[in-house]
């Protein structure tokens, strides 16, 4: 009998205790939401560990800086380790932000020098290659007579083809 009262309260404690847990991640996204920022996501810091209290804190504030936080929750209180603003925002993070709210910075390909050039004689002219690698590859500008090749299907060989889009080959 003293074994089932005692497992009951084990039980009840636990159950209170997750009570408390999800009620103070509700006052963390409330807190985060009353400065004006938008609350992304809270993540376990290290999911391995059995008394794991910390957790990262994701968010975007007012001026759409995003934002890492390691936050302590203790019980029914918690309180934020650091805070720090992040430029390499994690994909699953960015699936959280609603539709057309994030459009990534992406760098501008950086133009390879030409290394040499690979002339065929097709039927509708003189094509140049130009390859920035020993061979013929995706990105590389394709000239017919001298001018940007136009887009379409170019054979260069016995069944050997190359498709070209905007004067690169796609």
Known sequence: MDVAIIGAVFIVLIFVSIHFHFKTIDRIKADVEKKGHYFLRLEDADPFSRRNRNYWLYYRDTRKNFHQAKVRIDFSSYEIV???????????????????????????????????RKKFDTPDGYLVVELTEPDIAVGNKVLLDDK????????????????????NIC
């Open 82 to 116: 650091s805070d720090k603003i992040i430029t390499e925002v994690p994909e699953r993070i960015l699936n959280d932000l609603p539709e057309g709210e994030y459009t990534p910075y992406k760098k501008p390909l950086e133009e390879k020098a030409v290394i040499s």
């Open 148 to 167: 940007k090749a136009p887009d379409g299907k170019y054979k260069l060989g016995f069944l050997t083809y190359i498709y070209v889009k905007d004067g």
